[in-house]
């Protein structure tokens, strides 16, 4: 069986665009799969996080992992802080990638914006951390949003260098996996930006725990033009938000641009909203129920996360420590 890793960064709560270009993707792929999940918590700190805030927000997100369906026994959740093995393998990185290659990298430049010099070195060397999570299990398929799709072909190039400088084929090849119609789900408040859980505008997103008025309320706040649907999807170029909202009913309906256009086609954004937000609010009402009652019990959260960091660490400690064999470490301990 092909052995699956994925991480999502404890920043904020979970949004729209986090469970469809990811976790929704998790859940299914648990099916044929060996599937490891991590809260990616040495990523969120590349960027400024309140201790109190990251660690209610560990929590949640595992919660949210869980609510979602992903299953801790057959599968693996747990904190990337936990597993040492991930930091490790960063540092080797660190020395294998280029800092060519990481000027090229797009995230970087988006998330550091203007404020270049004063971006910190984790959040440069972010992708390295990346390729590390992922090699240190030796996964070779990785669900990821289209945002992602840069960063993988990034840990490739780390992994086919460190086989070629050190003459062995010890990493494998990595398969992004970016699915459904909704890899990509933008801002509400701007279809050329991305839907972020860090985003500064609340307005912007769907959160996972949103309730139902508050959900209702941003998607008929949402940013879309005066024109009604089309009835093709080629209708939908240059208009970015009216494809987004497209997007994520498809996505929701499992459906596509296409069959979404087929049943709200000529219609004005008003009745297509409305039904939009019904969607929504059906599709997230399990999801933050289930939340809710998990965090009602901490311990039982952290007992999962524990026994998913001891069985994580025992796949990923012996390829670190035969990685740093083949580096020349001398172990003497
Ligand atoms: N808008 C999106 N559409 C589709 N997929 C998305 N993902 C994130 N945003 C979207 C996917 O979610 C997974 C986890 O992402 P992450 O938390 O590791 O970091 P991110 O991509 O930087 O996500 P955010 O929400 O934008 O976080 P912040 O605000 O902290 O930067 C990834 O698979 C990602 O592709």
Known sequence: MQRIFSGIQPTGVPTLGNYLGA????????????????????????EWQDPAGLTRQTREMAAVLLACGIDP?????????????????AWIFNCVARIGWLNRMTQFKDKAGK??????AGLYVYPNLMAA?????????VPVGDDQRQHLELANDIAQK??????VEFFPNIEPLILGPAARVMSLRDGTKKMSKSDPSDQ?????????????????????????LPFEPAGLEARPEARNLVGIYAALANTDQAGVLRE??????????????????????PIAAETNRLLADPAHVDAVLRDGAERAAAIADPIVAETERLVGFIRVG
């Open 23 to 46: 976790l929704r993707n998790w859940v299914a792929l648990q099916d044929g799969h060996d599937c490891i999940y991590c809260v990616v918590d040495l990523h969120a700190i590349t």
């Open 73 to 89: 026994h057959q599968h693996i959740v747990f904190l990337q802080s936990s597993v040492r093995a991930h930091a490790q393998l």
């Open 115 to 120: 404020n270049r010099e004063n971006a910190s």
């Open 133 to 141: 999570d992922i090699l240190a299990y030796h996964a070779t398929r």
């Open 162 to 167: 460190f086989n070629h400088d050190y003459g």
């Open 204 to 228: 912007s997103r769907i959160n996972l725990n949103d309730d139902p008025d508050t959900i209702a309320l941003k998607i008929r706040r949402a940013k879309t033009d005066p024109e009604p």
């Open 264 to 285: 709200h086609g000529g219609k004005g954004f008003g009745a297509f909203k409305d039904a939009l937000a019904a969607l929504i609010i059906d599709s997230l009402r």
